[in-house]
Nanobody, 126 residues
């Protein structure tokens, strides 16, 4: 069974940086799509970034391009989200997600993913 465990969230001042981690276990993730989403209070869950574990293709929401970087570590079975130049509007619970398939059209959709972590809180103070 696939398990995803996020870590690395916290309280940070605007302009700071955080590195979120997603530890994946239970499968070989070679052909998986791995995504990061976030959900702020009262808002819908939104796509942030994704990658295809084997191919290296990466995808970003327009709102985070240039500040967020998604990456993976094959040896540690982990996916990371580096967040720089944090803004108060980045405050949200950040979720890691996985899907055993790949679809360039659907990789931005939360409904595409069938495995989710429990989330990690990121709070940015102004």
């Amino acid at each position: 069974q696939v398990q995803l465990v996020e870590s690395g969230g916290g309280l940070v001042q605007a302009g700071g940086s955080l590195r979120l981690s997603c530890a994946a276990s239970g499968r070989t993730f070679r052909n998986y799509a791995m995504g990061w989403f976030r959900q702020a209070p009262g808002k819908e869950r939104e796509f942030v970034a994704a990658l295809i574990w084997s191919g290296g293709s990466v995808y970003y929401a327009d709102s985070v391009k240039g500040r967020f970087t998604i990456s993976r570590d094959n040896g540690k079975n982990a996916v990371y989200l580096q967040i720089d130049s944090l803004k108060p509007e980045d405050t949200a619970v950040y979720y890691c997600a996985a899907n055993s398939g790949y679809s360039s059209l659907n990789i931005y959709r939360a409904s595409f993913y069938n495995y989710w972590g429990q989330g990690t809180q990121v709070t940015v103070s102004s």
